[in-house]
């Protein structure tokens, strides 16, 4: 009896000290939105991690849609069991940075556990929408990606256009018309998110401003100015020719680039993030060009703003967690590892080492369509109206502007119309967001 309950006491010890490695992990929890082929990148990049150390564990968990994820975050904040990380689209940055004590700087995070971090290893562009005005970076970027012109070669062939992309939108309308001659009746072109493309990149590239202060940079008491010459006549253009489809509407968001793939509209403007799809999906010679612009605008083009989101560390974690993020975004800073996810994902090199090792190797030679959002975004030095937006709320407004431009698409209201009452609910929103934030 004696022997058999010291054996069992052996046992149990050794199962115990095997278990223990186990039990001693750290998890450090990440909410995300990515879907796909995009969520596939995700759970691969924790299960690297995860088998690269021991004492880390990262748990992945989609929470739906961007929006749904940022609201999602801010619950759990509240509720007191909110995630280590949490993956927030761009537009979602100055409600992040106004949830007091919601957040944890990453440039504190990696400060703080003793991590290697220089921000100025990494794109400018893109760390530069996630920094305070004195260089402090916020969140850690992670799927940076910008808006392209994707275009079908086959289709141009067919019309009898140039091999080369329209490079202006007086070129593109042309372009779009001699399409719906040649058979693309029901859309020549068309745009995904649609103020990202007709608001809030068409400013940035022509270096008109969206609103003031820095386009909410330096503070979140702005006001808009998107009912401006630039985007009237652009949005009188758009309504013009979607009465006959040269321009056919695509939705608020980006559930319409399937149009795109399937051929029915060979000029479409969207995420340089959609490469994945257009690669898998279309069944036509393809490539992307730089926006297009408008040529008497003095100075255009000027620079693009990035898209996608970044990785923010949560507030009110122990110290020993908050090691572990900063070690999980030294390993996603990796330059290998940035390579390889530039190459296979589309998503940009967060940091200039990456994006020399694969500028280096002649891999755009062949591949040009995935240097074109970084060739925008670094065409010219940022200056206050094409550094990006930064206006709180924004998710919401965006629904605002969406609304009054499907009303001058529709014929409901004249463009200058539809832009005015767009900037005066934007105004109001954030009036509201403002007050909200100071309580």
């Not at 690269?52 to 961007?66: E, T």
């Not at 992309?165 to 995904?192: Q, Y």
């Not at 401003?209 to 909410?216: E, H, L, R, W």
């Not at 060009?289 to 970044?310: D, F, H, L, R």
Request: neutral net charge.
């Amino acid at each position: 009896m004696t022997f058999k309950l010291k054996t069992l006491t052996a046992v149990g010890a050794f199962a115990l000290a095997a278990a223990s490695p186990a039990l001693a992990q750290t998890e450090i929890q990440w909410w995300h939105a990515m879907t796909g082929a995009n969520n596939d990148v995700v759970v691969k990049l924790a299960e690297e991690f995860n088998a690269s150390q021991k004492d880390y564990k990262v748990v992945v968990a989609y929470k739906g849609s961007y929006p749904d994820t940022l609201n999602a975050g801010i619950a759990a904040f509240r509720a007191g069991n909110a995630p280590h990380i949490m993956q927030v689209f761009e537009v979602g940055t100055a409600t992040m940075m106004s949830a007091k004590g919601a957040i944890k700087p990453v440039a504190d995070v990696m400060k703080d556990a003793g991590e290697s971090f220089d921000p100025k290893s990494y794109l400018p562009a893109i760390t530069g929408y996630y920094s305070t005005t004195k260089g402090d970076m916020l969140s850690f970027p992670f799927n940076s990606s910008s808006m392209v012109m994707w275009y079908n070669k086959d289709a141009l062939k067919k019309a009898g256009l140039p091999e080369a992309p329209p490079k202006t939108w007086p070129e593109v309308f042309e372009a779009a018309k001699k399409l719906k001659a040649a058979g693309w009746d029901k859309c020549g072109f068309s745009t995904a998110w649609t103020t990202w493309a007709n608001i809030e990149q068409l400013g940035a590239w022509h270096n008109v401003p969206v609103g003031t202060k820095a386009n909410g940079f330096d503070g979140f008491d702005t006001e808009f100015r998107i009912n401006g010459d630039l985007f009237v006549k652009h949005l009188t253009n758009l309504a013009e020719l979607q009465k006959d489809k040269t321009f056919d509407y695509s939705g608020r968001t980006n559930t319409g680039e399937g149009r795109f793939t399937s051929g029915e509209c060979p000029l479409f403007l969207t995420s340089s993030a959609f490469f994945g799809n257009v690669k898998a999906n279309a069944k036509f010679d393809w490539s992307n060009a730089p926006m297009p612009y408008y040529p008497e605008v003095a100075g255009a083009p000027q620079n693009s703003i990035i898209g996608g989101a970044s990785l923010w560390v949560m507030g009110g974690k122990k110290a020993d967690e908050y090691k572990g993020v900063a070690k999980f975004f030294t390993f996603l800073s990796d330059v290998d590892r940035q390579v390889k996810l530039h190459t296979e994902s589309g998503y940009l090199p967060i940091t200039k080492a990456a994006y020399e090792k694969v500028k280096a190797s002649g891999f755009y030679k062949q591949n040009p369509y995935l240097e074109t959002p970084l060739l925008e975004l670094n065409n010219k030095e940022p200056t206050d109206n094409s550094r990006g937006v930064r206006f709180g709320g924004l998710v919401q407004i965006r629904d605002i502007w969406s609304e009054e431009i499907e009303a001058a698409l529709n014929g409901q209201k004249t463009p200058k119309a539809a832009l005015d009452a767009a900037n005066e609910r934007g105004n109001q929103a954030l009036r509201q967001f403002e007050r909200t934030a100071a309580r």
